[in-house]
């Protein structure tokens, strides 16, 4: 058997936490080497060109905004950031109901209260569902860690109930919030999960919305790639790992499939919880931070791309407003972003939450009943003509942040030497976001830079807080929660 090939650090996997963990260390003077399973790096925001048409497309449309500073470090690093497209400053989204637009907009008023504005001009609310949404409002904005694992056993639903939210919040936009955010429906949602972010929305003021104006994946991996292959390091794709290996006490390197050993000082596995625990010594698997590995679930969705005989909308992004009936949460029209894209017809990428209910449909079907809703939306479009059409079953948007799911989230530091832990459903504080992944690998190399002896601030914070927002949250964190939630919770501890 040959002998074993020498690491500081092995980083498995080469999605968006790997590349950025590889990417803090560059500096580390560090012997690196990342390893990749699929061809083509960027994991879960991977992206490749159609092979019928050429056009970039991605794992799924994806949004960012200028609350996510782990994410834009890493494209600025790149040297990448000014590919990302911007909606106007205002203009959050568009959700229709029908073919009626509602426009959700800041306002000038400062967070909490920024959207106001835009929900009293909803015509499917009245002041009492406003007035019924202060009850997760006042818990959310004095929302601790401890207060999040407390509420963690909670349903979205039963919370929401319990704080007295009106039926047509509910349905108008906590729906909406639990499916396009958390990519679960609201009665199987933590509500720790669910207030958490609910929490980041109100408290910190997102003034952009943004789109890769690329593919997604080419905002990150090339550049990534080519810093870290100049570096010296190797970046395998195609290549799969067989087991961690380790004595009782520490991690001491990784077996690949073709019998290859990479000793390392560090592993860090960005890997999904099942992948990892398929990998770990069964005496490893028993220990608290890695035996809820298991107990995790994936999210599967669909991603539907439409290429149209012409302009349908100017419109970069909507979404349709939450019934449980509907295939579709959101669309994007391509030929609106891509900035070189001129008067070219359009292509319209989509997204299938929770696509385990229609996991038996054919593309067929799915491509045909994606145009009814666009059109529903869209009425003008019945004059376009549907030149092509590809859809992408992906079996992970996230892990299911279901009861019990903040309790579980492990630290970046596992409890065997040597193992880090990164990726988007690690506990970073965040709902499982591209920010989440980044600032999980940032974390994951001040993690190696401390052992190493030379500690590096590589974590950025999140925007400040407005003013108000921390006076109220201050009020909050001081007021009882109502009975109702008190019980509720109380019951399931």
């Given at each position: 058997?040959?002998?074993a090939l020498?690491f500081d650090?092995?980083i498995?996997?080469?999605?968006i936490?790997?590349?950025t963990?590889?990417v803090?260390?560059?500096?580390?003077?560090?012997?690196?080497?990342v390893?990749?399973?699929?061809?083509l790096?960027?994991g879960r925001?991977?992206?490749w060109?159609?092979p019928t048409?050429?056009?970039?497309?991605?794992?799924?449309?994806h949004?960012?905004?200028?609350?996510?500073?782990?994410?834009?470090?890493?494209?600025?690093?790149l040297?990448?950031?000014d590919?990302?497209?911007?909606?106007?400053?205002?203009l959050l989204y568009t959700?229709?109901?029908g073919?009626r637009?509602?426009?959700l907009?800041?306002?000038?008023?400062?967070?909490p209260?920024?959207?106001l504005?835009?929900l009293r001009a909803?015509?499917?609310l009245?002041?009492?569902?406003?007035?019924?949404n202060g009850?997760?409002?006042?818990?959310?904005l004095?929302?601790?860690?401890?207060?999040v694992?407390?509420l963690?056993g909670l349903?979205?639903s039963a919370?929401?109930?319990?704080?007295?939210?009106?039926?047509?919040m509910?349905?108008?936009?906590?729906?909406f919030?639990?499916?396009s955010?958390?990519?679960?429906?609201?009665?199987?949602?933590s509500?720790g999960?669910l207030?958490?972010?609910?929490?980041?929305?109100?408290?910190?003021d997102a003034v952009?919305?943004?789109?890769?104006g690329?593919?997604?994946?080419?905002?990150?991996?090339p550049?990534?790639?080519?810093?870290?292959e100049a570096?010296?390091?190797?970046?395998?794709?195609s290549?799969?790992?067989?087991?961690i290996?380790g004595?009782?006490?520490r991690a001491?390197?990784?077996?690949?499939?073709?019998?290859r050993l990479l000793?390392a000082?560090?592993?860090v596995?960005?890997?999904?919880?099942?992948?990892?625990?398929?990998l770990?010594p069964e005496?490893?698997?028993?220990?608290?931070?890695l035996?809820a590995?298991r107990w995790f679930?994936p999210v599967?969705?669909?991603?539907?791309?439409?290429?149209?005989?012409?302009?349908?909308t100017?419109?970069?992004f909507?979404a349709?407003?939450?019934?449980?009936d509907d295939?579709?949460c959101?669309?994007?029209d391509?030929?609106?972003?891509y900035?070189?894209w001129?008067?070219r017809?359009?292509?319209?990428g989509s997204?299938?939450?929770?696509?385990?209910?229609?996991?038996?449909?054919s593309?067929a079907?799915?491509?045909?009943?994606?145009r009814e809703?666009?059109?529903?939306?869209?009425?003008?479009?019945?004059?376009?003509?549907?030149r092509?059409a590809?859809?992408?079953r992906i079996?992970?948007?996230?892990?299911?942040?279901?009861p019990?799911?903040?309790?579980?989230?492990?630290?970046?530091?596992?409890p065997?030497d040597g193992?880090?832990?990164a990726g988007?459903?690690?506990?970073?504080g965040?709902?499982?976001?591209?920010e989440s992944?980044a600032?999980s690998g940032?974390?994951a190399?001040?993690?190696?830079w401390?052992?190493?002896g030379?500690?590096q601030?590589?974590?950025q914070?999140l925007?400040?807080?407005g003013?108000l927002?921390?006076?109220l949250?201050?009020a909050s964190?001081?007021?009882?929660?109502p009975?109702?939630?008190?019980r509720?919770?109380?019951?399931?501890?």
């Open positions: 058997m040959s002998s020498e650090v092995v498995l996997g080469g999605g936490a790997g590349l963990c590889a803090g260390l560059l500096d580390a003077g560090l012997r690196l080497a390893i990749e399973r699929d061809a790096l960027g925001a991977r992206s060109a159609d048409t050429g056009d970039p497309v991605h794992v799924g449309p949004i960012v905004t200028d609350c996510y500073p782990n994410f834009f470090r890493l494209l600025e690093r040297g990448t950031a590919r990302v497209v911007w909606e106007p400053e205002s959700m229709f109901d073919d637009a509602i426009e907009r800041r306002s000038s008023l400062p967070p209260v920024q959207m504005a835009t909803d015509p499917a009245g002041l009492l569902d406003l007035a019924s009850g997760p409002a006042r818990v959310a004095g929302l601790d860690e401890q207060e694992l407390r963690d349903d979205g919370a929401l109930d319990a704080l007295g939210v009106r039926p047509a509910q349905r108008r936009y906590w729906q919030a639990a499916m955010i958390l990519n679960t429906p609201l009665e199987r949602v509500a999960s207030l958490r972010t609910f929490h980041h929305a109100i408290t910190r952009r919305v943004g789109f890769p690329v593919g997604l994946g080419d905002l990150f991996v550049g990534a790639r080519a810093a870290v570096a010296g390091h190797p970046v395998w794709t290549t799969t790992a067989a087991e290996v004595t009782d006490a001491t390197g990784v077996r690949l499939a073709d019998g000793r000082r560090h592993v596995s960005t890997l999904p919880p099942g992948d990892l625990a398929a770990l005496s490893w698997q028993q220990r608290a931070g035996d590995l679930s599967p969705y669909i991603s539907v791309y439409l290429w149209f005989d012409r302009r349908i100017a419109r970069q909507w349709r407003s939450y019934h449980p295939l579709n959101d669309f994007y391509y030929a609106n972003i900035p070189d001129g008067a017809p359009s292509l319209v997204n299938i939450i929770d696509a385990a209910r229609v996991a038996h449909w593309d079907a799915i491509v045909e009943r994606t809703e666009l059109l529903e939306n869209l009425p003008a479009a019945r004059a376009a003509t549907l092509h590809t859809v992408h079996p992970l948007a996230v892990q299911a942040p279901r019990g799911f903040e309790a579980r989230r492990p630290p970046a530091r596992a065997v193992l880090l832990l988007d459903w690690t506990r970073t965040l709902p499982s976001s591209m992944a600032a940032w974390r190399a001040e993690l190696v401390a052992h190493a030379r500690p601030a590589l974590v914070p925007p400040s807080r003013r927002a921390r006076v949250m201050a964190r001081v007021a009882p929660w009975s109702r939630l008190r509720a919770t109380t019951r399931r501890v």
